[in-house]
């Protein structure tokens, strides 16, 4: 559970005794406690959590240096990051009014304390003999170096991060800051999401020049251009995500770092991935692996933040068709994905056998529009196969032996029926088995996601279906439906919120499932 730093208020002294009374064998009174309120030279800070005060610390300014008074945490939340939490925001303060260095006396048996201040850049000076009278206890007297030196940064850099796993770092709800970071393919992508899934940066470095002239992705190239993009992009979603807020944000603000890990490139997932790890070790920030696909199906929350399991989903993409049955948001059952092309695939291959340019789902689109879904009777495969896979290749080869024939008659082909015909075959066998599954799983919603879901005539022919049936639909925006990294912060800030974490020794999943989310 985490905690609010705040000013000590005359209302807590009451809190703060009890626990200077379970805390110390000479504890101080209440009077002392409130005579150090009116002091100019002091600071004291209390961490709250739910409403309660779970510890406090002061200290006293100096002629420039600081003393740490006393920090104290209640025994029933000890170990759980409340005394870094006050540490660390009572050095900010200190060193915000001026100090250059801190020190203090600490039980020379209390481990814990020692190793906290130590971690904080923190050194032995000298030792005080018989210091705590009523115990006999000696104190270490410990000195930092300047606060504002560059090992002290790094030090207290590291200390902050800390503090951010435990206390609430972002708004007044004390909802968290997720940095999304996307390398699953060819686009290179960072993202702030903050409270309520509120997009707070979004930037996407996209490579479809470089590809283009291939006719699709090449990895070698698309590693390439990640590595030479991702921390210029990074950089900008910080920035955005300070312009939107009206206050500087860096790293310092930033509560969580998920990832994606998989499924995609290898290469490509490799490079978000190393500089998602460095950049936790750096900074001790949380680091949460997602699910490219999962993070598909999180993308429809942007936009219907009432969006609740169970429900359906239809993910389609360049490199995907799954239908999935999502009882709980985080549990996924795949129904049935395709067996050899996925729709993306399928529409970017038909593209490129009639000359038409890369990427081909948003090139055949625009030519459906003109055309006659029903000129031309191309296979619907798998549509009565009883379950809930797809076959797209087989449509393909229809739809290129069909351009041979009309060719070597030498007739002209008309692109635009030619378009909307291979649009509909792919489209009709995908609306028939969502809705099947929607029915036999008596959902009352259901989630179009992925890079195809742009296309408008599947969103309109799945709407209507649905919606014909009482099931409600939710679909992300049409730029939230193709690879980003605000739908991969909006994945991780639930998972942040579960308390999972990824450990910095997991590699790349190019072939992670989605049923292992």
Same mark, same amino acid.
Request: net charge negative; charged share 20%.
């Given at each position: 559970?985490?905690?609010?730093?705040?000013?000590?208020?005359?209302?807590?002294?009451?809190?703060?005794?009890?626990?200077?009374?379970?805390?110390? &064998?000479?504890?101080?009174?209440?009077?002392?406690?409130?005579?150090?309120?009116?002091?100019?030279?002091?600071?004291?800070?209390?961490?709250?959590?739910?409403?309660?005060?779970?510890?406090?610390?002061?200290?006293?300014?100096?002629?420039?240096?600081?003393?740490?008074?006393?920090?104290?945490?209640?025994?029933?939340?000890?170990?759980?990051?409340?005394?870094?939490?006050?540490?660390?925001?009572?050095?900010?303060?200190?060193?915000?009014?001026?100090?250059?260095?801190?020190?203090?006396?600490?039980?020379?048996?209390?481990?814990?304390?020692?190793?906290?201040?130590?971690?904080?850049?923190?050194?032995?000076?000298?030792?005080?003999?018989?210091?705590?009278?009523?115990?006999?206890?000696?104190?270490?007297?410990?000195?930092?170096?300047?606060?504002?030196?560059?090992?002290?940064?790094?030090?207290?850099?590291?200390?902050?991060?800390?503090?951010?796993?435990?206390?609430?770092?972002?708004?007044?709800?004390?909802? &968290?800051?997720?940095?999304?970071?996307?390398?699953?393919?060819?686009?290179?992508?960072?993202?702030?999401?903050?409270?309520?899934?509120?997009?707070?940066?979004?930037?996407?470095?996209?490579?479809?020049?470089?590809?283009?002239?291939?006719?699709?992705?090449?990895?070698?190239?698309?590693?390439?251009?990640?590595?030479?993009?991702?921390?210029?992009?990074?950089?900008?979603?910080?920035?955005?995500?300070?312009?939107?807020?009206?206050?500087?944000?860096?790293?310092?603000?930033?509560?969580?770092?998920?990832?994606?890990?998989?499924? !995609?490139?290898?290469?490509?997932?490799?490079?978000?991935?190393?500089?998602?790890?460095?950049?936790?070790?750096?900074?001790?920030?949380?680091?949460?692996?997602?699910?490219?696909?999962?993070?598909?199906?999180?993308?429809?929350?942007?936009?219907?933040?009432?969006?609740?399991?169970?429900?359906?989903?239809?993910?389609?993409?360049?490199?995907?068709?799954?239908?999935?049955?999502?009882?709980?948001?985080?549990?996924?059952?795949?129904?049935?994905?395709?067996?050899?092309?996925?729709?993306?695939?399928?529409?970017?291959?038909?593209?490129?056998?009639?000359?038409?340019?890369?990427?081909?789902?948003?090139?055949?689109?625009?030519?459906?529009?003109?055309?006659? &879904?029903?000129?031309?009777?191309?296979?619907?495969?798998?549509?009565?196969?009883?379950?809930?896979?797809?076959?797209?290749?087989?449509?393909?080869?229809?739809?290129?032996?069909?351009?041979?024939?009309?060719?070597?008659?030498?007739?002209?082909?008309?692109?635009?029926?030619?378009?909307?015909?291979?649009?509909?075959?792919?489209?009709?066998?995908?609306?028939?088995?969502?809705?099947?599954?929607?029915?036999?799983?008596?959902?009352?919603?259901?989630?179009?996601?992925?890079?195809?879901?742009?296309?408008?005539?599947?969103?309109? !022919?799945?709407?209507?279906?649905?919606?014909?049936?009482?099931?409600?639909?939710?679909?992300?925006?049409?730029?939230?439906?193709?690879?980003?990294?605000?739908?991969?912060?909006?994945?991780?800030?639930?998972?942040?919120?579960?308390?999972?974490?990824?450990?910095?020794?997991?590699?790349?999943? &190019?072939?992670?499932?989605?049923?292992?989310?």
């Amino acid at each position: 559970m985490r905690v609010r730093l705040r000013p000590l208020r005359p209302e807590d002294l009451r809190s703060v005794l009890a626990i200077e009374e379970a805390s110390f &064998p000479r504890p101080w009174s209440e009077g002392m406690f409130a005579a150090e309120l009116g002091l100019p030279d002091r600071m004291w800070f209390v961490a709250e959590r739910d409403g309660e005060v779970v510890g406090y610390a002061g200290a006293m300014m100096q002629l420039g240096e600081a003393h740490v008074m006393n920090l104290a945490v209640a025994a029933g939340a000890r170990r759980q990051g409340v005394a870094t939490v006050l540490l660390s925001g009572l050095i900010d303060a200190l060193r915000d009014r001026g100090a250059h260095g801190v020190t203090l006396e600490v039980r020379e048996n209390n481990d814990a304390a020692i190793s906290l201040y130590e971690s904080a850049g923190m050194h032995a000076v000298g030792e005080r003999p018989g210091y705590y009278v009523e115990t006999g206890e000696s104190a270490v007297v410990m000195w930092s170096d300047d606060l504002d030196s560059p090992g002290m940064n790094a030090r207290l850099d590291i200390l902050r991060a800390r503090a951010r796993r435990y206390s609430y770092a972002s708004d007044d709800d004390g909802h &968290p800051y997720v940095l999304g970071i996307e390398t699953s393919c060819d686009e290179t992508a960072a993202a702030v999401v903050g409270a309520h899934n509120e997009v707070i940066a979004n930037v996407v470095a996209t490579q479809v020049d470089f590809h283009a002239r291939f006719g699709g992705v090449v990895p070698e190239i698309a590693s390439r251009k990640h590595t030479e993009a991702i921390v210029a992009v990074v950089s900008e979603a910080l920035t955005q995500a300070a312009g939107t807020l009206g206050r500087p944000f860096g790293f310092d603000d930033v509560d969580a770092i998920a990832v994606t890990r998989g499924p !995609g490139l290898v290469g490509a997932l490799v490079v978000g991935l190393a500089y998602a790890k460095g950049l936790s070790l750096a900074t001790g920030i949380p680091l949460i692996g997602i699910n490219h696909l999962e993070a598909h199906i999180f993308a429809a929350l942007l936009e219907d933040p009432n969006l609740a399991p169970p429900l359906i989903a239809l993910v389609v993409s360049g490199g995907h068709t799954s239908l999935v049955y999502v009882p709980e948001w985080g549990e996924y059952r795949v129904l049935g994905e395709t067996l050899d092309d996925a729709a993306g695939e399928a529409f970017d291959k038909v593209a490129k056998a009639l000359g038409l340019g890369y990427p081909g789902g948003p090139i055949i689109s625009r030519l459906a529009e003109q055309g006659d &879904p029903a000129a031309i009777e191309f296979p619907r495969a798998m549509l009565h196969s009883g379950d809930y896979s797809f076959s797209l290749s087989g449509l393909k080869t229809a739809v290129i032996n069909h351009v041979s024939h009309e060719r070597e008659a030498g007739r002209e082909l008309h692109l635009p029926d030619l378009a909307a015909s291979f649009q509909a075959a792919v489209i009709d066998v995908q609306v028939a088995k969502a809705v099947r599954a929607a029915e036999e799983y008596r959902v009352s919603s259901f989630v179009i996601a992925g890079g195809v879901a742009a296309n408008t005539a599947l969103r309109q !022919g799945l709407t209507d279906a649905m919606r014909s049936r009482g099931i409600e639909v939710a679909v992300p925006a049409l730029h939230m439906c193709t690879d980003n990294a605000a739908m991969v912060a909006t994945a991780g800030l639930f998972r942040y919120a579960r308390g999972e974490r990824m450990s910095r020794a997991d590699d790349a999943a &190019p072939g992670l499932r989605l049923d292992s989310a």
